[in-house]
């Protein structure tokens, strides 16, 4: 049985994503602390992905193969697509999730055997949350104050429960937690 866990780069003031004209000018992807994040990919069945990040993620990497990084391990992974817009078959080796997205989840965790990744903190992020799907929730804390940008889970409350942490010399921070659902709305 796999498992459900979310990845997401963050930075110490708890920003998902700054505001242009540099948004992610923060993000760190250098030395032990990427590795740890190639890992996480690299032991992975599939990924979890909402619409945006589906069509944003498969409007690069494709074109980025053979970097011996990011798009040599993302672009040949199973993808599973969660949309009520998008219509397949999806490129990019993706599936569309149709219907009930927590119910195909929870399928998909009983017949893989490794993890589903999901990466950002978005629509399916809280979705997955919310039916208590999500197994890690794992943030690299980026050393950076920005002061505006996009919060997590959009002010909603979620109770963390700590699994470790790990501090690399890039100056990244790995925090994971398990989370305990999000409240009825």
Not at 19 to 37: C, K, M, N, T, Y
Not at 60 to 75: E, S
Not at 146 to 164: D, I, K, N, S, Y
Request: proline share 5%.
């Amino acid at each position: 049985m796999g498992k459900v866990v979310i990845t997401c780069a963050i930075t110490v003031d708890g920003l998902i994503e700054s505001p242009a004209p540099r948004p992610h000018g923060w993000l760190v992807l250098e030395g032990d602390s990427e590795q740890a994040q190639f890992d996480v990919f690299d032991s992975a069945a599939g990924m979890l992905l909402g619409r945006k990040n589906y069509e944003g993620l498969a409007g690069y990497w494709p074109t980025a193969a053979g970097d011996g990084r990011w798009a040599d391990r993302l672009n040949p992974m199973r993808k599973w697509v969660a949309s009520t817009t998008l219509r397949g078959p999806l490129a990019w080796n993706a599936t569309l999730l149709d219907g009930d997205v927590a119910e195909q989840v929870r399928r998909l965790k009983e017949e893989q055997d490794g993890n589903l990744v999901s990466s950002g903190l978005g629509g399916l992020a809280r979705l997955l949350v919310a039916h208590d799907l999500v197994d890690e929730l794992l943030f690299f804390v980026n050393p950076s104050i920005q002061g505006a940008g996009e919060r997590p889970f959009h002010g909603a409350r979620v109770e963390l429960e700590l699994l470790g942490s790990r501090s690399f010399d890039s100056g990244v921070a790995l925090l994971r937690y398990r989370p305990h659902g999000l409240p009825a709305r």
